[in-house]
């Protein structure tokens, strides 16, 4: 089992930014790939961002040059510093852990966190 605790989030103006933090407990198998995912308003869940141990990381085309995620591996946590947000941006903000970047980006076989709620303001 896997357990993840996210903090952040909020309501923010167009234009602003936030940081996402999000804690994660178990399985050190489960937690070998970590990212976030998201579900905006009336549609379904999709990938915002992924990264490796290593470091590696895969983005949304949507969010890319104005996200950026980062874990640090000694404390199993992963942040998304999020910059420049659209009102487009608005939706549920989930932690996701999984074995492989291969599989949480296409959202297989993953841990949820409770999820965040941001919020941008036009």
């Known amino acids: 089992q896997v357990q993840l605790v996210e903090s952040g989030g909020g309501l923010v103006q167009a234009g602003g930014s936030l940081r996402l933090s999000c804690a994660a407990s178990?399985?050190?198998?489960?937690?070998?790939?970590l990212g976030w995912a998201r579900q905006c308003p009336g549609k379904q869940r999709e990938l915002v961002a992924t990264?490796?141990?290593?470091?590696?990381?895969i983005y949304a085309d949507s969010v890319k040059g104005r996200f950026t995620i980062s874990r640090d591996n000694a404390k199993n946590t992963v942040s998304l510093q999020m910059n420049s947000l659209k009102p487009e941006d608005t939706a549920v903000y989930y932690c996701?852990?999984?074995?492989?970047?291969?599989?949480?980006?296409?959202?297989?076989?993953?841990?949820w966190g409770q999820g965040t709620q941001v919020t941008v303001s036009s």
């Open positions: 996701i852990s999984g074995l492989t970047v291969a599989t949480i980006s296409k959202l297989i076989n993953v841990y």
């Open positions: 178990g399985s050190i198998f489960s937690i070998n790939a």
């Open positions: 990264i490796t141990k290593g470091g590696t990381t």
